[in-house]
């Protein structure tokens, strides 16, 4: 059984206040989405004597600022998995667990104590990564199982525990933590894979790239879309726009800027996953949505409240201000009714039927530009619609219908014709 979000949140939250760095921001391609970093990315690592080694990464350049060779933890190390900010998780090669506290990695690299051996025995798992959000992921004979971690700084089964098998057919090269049980892997085959795992049985692949990833051999994120792939030795760097939609095609490539172009030996790395999180695109109104949004914001006012010129017919006056000031063309349009179903002539938008948010309704269309009455649509749901309209009850008023069924709401004939916007 998984903790709450709320007290996975409560723990990763934690972690974060160790950098209080504050937050750089990678923006991401047209779309406008963003990386939003603690401060610089953290990566740790093991050389092959098993001294611990610690690089900060610019998210927003690539750029190495530093790497710090630290001490040697005194086992052969195996796997690792970065809890926070100062507290990474280091399996032996004889399955034993231990917890490494970073003391500081400012100018030097220094821990706090000889490491914690936390399990003894059982882990011998070939790839551990920590989600930043309360889970611990690792991979054996093709296994993927979930721990949740309680504690910043676990000591042993009473702070790891409600271990559970996800599923099996997780044979992978590479495998990172990407963000709130998310997973980014590699293949043999060169293959990028991002997971979604939402529990025993319960987790959705999608495939990134089908090919071109092999020469990676080692792969890690600090969450928000930022991807780090060692190829020969070189350090190179991604980022991923929208890293939920399972979708690589929006993948940033840095081929000839990456962080290094050689130097990286370290048999193990692991970055700290709850480093950047992934902010999404404020969505941006569409006309259609805008002049709902005005055409809204006039009910129950009368004439007097604008400043039209005819007080016994201002339904096209109302629908042609509100169209205005939603940004949409209203060229052609005049004080007539009928002139919106012009407008839909002369522009091609013209339909007799599905309407859509935005569109003008005009009733009793007679020819030559004139109509009994014109509205705009503010909702539709299904065969129903919601329309506002100018001189209806003598105000401004809004009305929900069946435009298949009920003619409109102001007894002005039959629906003519819905004309959409031009831009």
């Not at 779309?31 to 990315?41: F, M, N």
């Not at 970073?102 to 798992?125: E, H």
């Not at 081929?255 to 030996?265: E, I, Q």
């Not at 000031?325 to 007539?336: D, E, H, I, Q, V």
Request: proline share 4%.
């Amino acid at each position: 059984m998984k903790l709450s979000n709320a007290v996975r949140r409560t723990s990763a939250a934690l972690a974060v206040g160790a950098m209080s760095l504050g937050l750089v921001t990678v923006t991401g391609g047209a779309a406008q989405a963003a990386a939003q970093c603690t401060g610089d990315v953290s990566v740790y690592g093991t050389l092959s004597d098993g001294r611990l080694t610690y690089t900060q990464i610019a998210p927003n350049t690539g750029d190495r600022m530093k790497t710090l060779v630290g001490p040697d933890l005194g086992f052969t190390p195996k796997a690792m998995a970065t809890l926070n900010f100062n507290t990474v998780l280091v399996t032996s090669t004889a399955g034993d667990l231990y917890r490494v506290d970073v003391q500081t990695n400012n100018t030097s690299l220094t821990l706090a104590n000889a490491p914690v051996k936390i399990w003894d025995g059982g882990w011998t798992f070939d790839k551990l990564v920590y989600d930043g959000y309360g889970h611990l992921y690792g991979t054996v004979a093709g296994q993927l199982h979930q721990y949740v971690v309680s504690q910043a700084k676990p000591s042993g089964s009473a702070h790891i525990g409600q271990h559970v098998v996800i599923d099996t057919g997780f044979v992978l090269k590479t495998m990172a933590a990407a963000g709130d049980d998310r997973i980014i892997a590699s293949t043999e085959g060169g293959q990028l894979y991002s997971y979604k795992i939402g529990g025993v049985g319960n987790w959705k692949r999608s495939t990134l790239k089908s090919d071109g990833w092999s020469a990676v051999d080692s792969l890690v994120s600090p969450g928000g879309g930022l991807y780090y792939g060692r190829t020969n030795g070189g350090m190179y760097w991604y980022h991923d726009v929208d890293p939920t939609d399972g979708d690589g095609s929006d993948i940033a490539y840095h081929p000839n800027d990456p962080v290094d172009a050689s130097g990286w030996t370290q048999t193990l790395l692991s970055a700290y996953g709850n480093n950047c999180a992934y902010v999404p695109p404020v969505p941006v109104a569409t006309t259609g949505e805008k002049i709902a949004k005005f055409a809204n914001a006039q009910v129950g006012k009368g004439f007097g409240d604008f400043n039209f010129y005819h007080p016994g017919a201002w339904c096209a006056e109302f629908g042609e201000y509100v169209w205005w000031n939603a940004g949409a063309k209203t060229g052609g349009l005049t004080a007539a009714a009928g002139s919106f179903y012009t407008y839909g002539q002369n522009n091609g938008t013209l339909r007799t039927s599905a309407p859509k948010v935005g569109d003008a309704v005009v009733y009793g269309y007679s020819g030559g530009g004139s109509a009994n009455h014109v509205n705009l649509v503010v909702a539709v749901d299904g065969d129903y619609i919601t329309t506002v309209g100018g001189n209806e009850s003598n105000m401004v008023k809004r009305t929900t219908f069946n435009w298949k069924t009920n003619n409109n709401p102001v007894n002005a004939g039959d629906i003519s014709g819905f004309i959409s916007p031009v831009d």
